[in-house]
């Protein structure tokens, strides 16, 4: 039997007095059953599991009635609960449908795992046994097991800082498998990258009071301890060192902007940069957004904290790669400092812009940003992430996000990491550069109607240089007012998982 009691990710977090609380559920794997007070088995369409067999022996068949009962076919998102279920010493039984095994990938897995994990919620229990061996011919054991936990603990985070009642206390789930270390082993490098997906969630749920450039910087400083260099700017700096774009942004707010950046450097390759929007609030400035969405607006650096936990993610595995993480930090506020519409600025890149709506202020912060990253760190690639606009989400809705490059093997390979963690892709046009002309700079901040995904992004793109880059608009996807798929209600962490699992396909050899 194997059993090990502290996980490496969560000793090394605890060692470092890192969000411990986060790391919701205790797992452990082990090829042996112990006595539980909740037990799961899985079926995949028609294929009924070995231990679902045994344990419909052990019941005198009480289980497959029940399930007959239930009209259970074993497809994917089918759950069904047996309580006291007869001759098998537990509280309950919790029978889970996978669907066709052949269509079955580590996503999926994650959202069965989710499911588990809400059907779990309110259940008193605390013990819950998991068998997983012989439930699919197409995912292997180990990474059934692995995503499985991996699913159920991002399900189980909640941000409950402002809540009197806090979460349930911690589930302690046995993972019975056929290779434990190998799960393991497997859970280690995922468990790196919730605590990464948390560290996003935090951010992006907290108050805006609370979350503001200073704040976010000293969030970043954390990193410091898991071997991150990390460097901020204030806003002299920044002006300095020419970057108006992001400096007007962040005039109207009493703390001013800052350039935050935090570079996990764990092999010697050319770097990778991301480059986050990092807006801690979003009132839209004297272009003052109306109705009740503008409370949203706290999650408009949800951009930056991806790409923060990601390099935490990255730091934590102690991944053999390169990733800058370089984020423009302002809040956009109305004040008598405040930048006007008509109001020309001048960006670090040399190009003048025309603030036509202080609404669009993402992408003056990223210009800066942008620029930054290239100039200072001639990264092979940049991607950058942003709550960038509201067309987007008009154009693909909130169970996508919205990818624009020139680059088509970035593209296959990033939509394809979506798929993989199910936070999916679409590719909008980059395209509709006209659209930006100024009559007074070399282009306005405000594309002329229509397309206004795509002229947000080419607005970036006159930021990029030759740099290779990808740039993904992920409005609508950074915030969850329903509970939904991997996340309760808050803050998403949207982008971390994805990024991670790009940056881990294509960058280690
Ligand atoms: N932060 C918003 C985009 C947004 C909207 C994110 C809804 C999440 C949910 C962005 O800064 C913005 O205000 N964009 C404007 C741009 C417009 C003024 C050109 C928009 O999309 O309306
Ligand atoms: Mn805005
Ligand atoms: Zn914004």
Redesign the pocket.
Known sequence: MFIKKSLTVAATLAAFGLSQSALAEKFDFSSSAKKADSVVVFQAGDEISPDLKRLDKQSQSQISAALKAADFSGKSKEIVELLAPAGLNAQRLIVVGLGEDAKLNAGDVNLVGANISAKLKSVKASDVQVFTQGVSDNVSNASFAAQLAHGINLRAYKFDKYLSKKRPSEKNYRMVVSQPNKAESRYEKLEAIEAGVFLARDLTSEVPTEMNPAHFAKAAKELKKLGVDVKVLTPKQIKKMGMGALHAVGRGSSEGSRLVVAHWKGSDDVPIALVGKG?TF?S?GY?V?TGS?IA??KS?MAGAAAVLGTVKAMALQKAPVNVVAVMGMAANMVSKTSVAPGDVVMTAEGKSVEIL?T????RLVLADSLWYARKHYSPQVMIDVA?????K?RAVGNRYSAIFSDDDTLVTQLTASGKNVEEKLWRLPLAYGDMLKSPIADMTN??SGGP?AST?AMFLKAFTGDTKWAHLDI??NALTKSDKGVAQSGGTGHGVRLLSDWILTTQVK
């Open positions: 807006i979003d839209g272009n957004k969405s949203n607006m408009d709506n609404d669009a202020e993402g709550t960038l606009t509201g067309s989400i405000l594309g206004g947000a409005a609508g």
